[in-house]
């Protein structure tokens, strides 16, 4: 499932935008591999993560000014465009109220660095730690990454129904937990040097 846009997003005028990207379609730009671009502040924080075509439009606009490009280039006709890995927007866009982030497949293998929270090897699915069975929620504190044979072989028990510790008590992503929601595995190697800037 693919995670909502942030209120960056919506913030940076997502209508507006693919109002111009359907513009730029008449100059018969074919993207053969899907990319995404880093949105950075004025101030460089990480604001958004955006598709590498509406990047693109920034820039255009004059909106942002590209910081790390890709090794790919749209060709039309008689113009070609770099494509951005990272934009950092001209002006500064004050961040609003950041709401609890939405739970998902993604998210939960994020935070939990793909490692299954009993045994710490590799995660395959998710996990309620409290069984629905047994009256447990569908919240950020109840649900693990967690492997298939842990998983099967938990069950419908709590852990220490079958002898498991938790590596860690799960809670919701404090911190840019948008990111979680939006990268899931892995991102950009260019991208590293701006989020870990702003990690701490």
């Given at each position: 499932?693919?995670?909502?846009?942030?209120?960056?997003?919506?913030?940076?005028?997502?209508r507006?935008?693919?109002?111009?990207?359907?513009?730029?379609?008449?100059?018969?730009?074919?993207?053969?591999?899907?990319?995404?671009?880093?949105?950075l502040?004025?101030?460089?924080?990480?604001?958004?993560?955006?598709?590498?075509?509406?990047?693109?439009?920034?820039?255009?606009?004059?909106?942002?000014?590209?910081?790390?490009?890709?090794?790919?280039?749209?060709?039309?006709?008689?113009?070609?465009?770099?494509?951005?890995?990272?934009v950092?927007?001209?002006?500064?866009?004050?961040?609003?109220?950041?709401r609890?982030?939405?739970?998902?497949?993604?998210?939960?293998?994020?935070?939990?660095?793909?490692?299954?929270?009993?045994?710490?090897?590799?995660?395959?699915?998710?996990?309620?730690?409290?069984?629905?069975?047994?009256?447990?929620?569908?919240?950020?504190?109840?649900?693990?990454?967690?492997?298939?044979?842990?998983?099967?072989?938990?069950?419908?028990r709590?852990?220490?129904?079958?002898?498991?510790?938790?590596?860690?008590?799960?809670?919701?992503?404090?911190?840019?937990?948008?990111?979680?929601s939006?990268?899931?595995?892995?991102?950009?190697?260019?991208?590293?040097?701006?989020?870990?800037?702003?990690?701490?």
């Amino acid at each position: 499932m693919e995670a909502p846009p942030s209120p960056i997003a919506l913030k940076l005028g997502q209508r507006n935008c693919d109002r111009v990207t359907g513009s730029l379609a008449g100059l018969n730009i074919r993207m053969t591999v899907v990319r995404r671009a880093l949105i950075l502040n004025a101030t460089y924080e990480p604001l958004s993560i955006v598709t590498a075509r509406r990047a693109v439009v920034l820039v255009l606009r004059e909106k942002a000014d590209m910081i790390e490009r890709s090794e790919l280039q749209w060709r039309a006709e008689r113009e070609h465009f770099e494509v951005p890995s990272v934009v950092r927007l001209r002006r500064y866009v004050k961040v609003p109220y950041m709401r609890r982030v939405p739970l998902t497949r993604n998210a939960v293998f994020a935070r939990d660095a793909h490692r299954c929270q009993y045994c710490l090897g590799s995660a395959e699915s998710l996990d309620h730690v409290i069984p629905k069975a047994r009256g447990g929620a569908h919240t950020w504190e109840n649900v693990v990454a967690c492997c298939r044979r842990c998983n099967i072989r938990k069950g419908s028990r709590l852990p220490a129904e079958v002898g498991f510790k938790l590596a860690k008590t799960p809670g919701a992503p404090s911190y840019r937990g948008w990111l979680n929601s939006t990268l899931g595995r892995s991102h950009e190697p260019s991208w590293a040097q701006y989020l870990l800037a702003h990690s701490a």
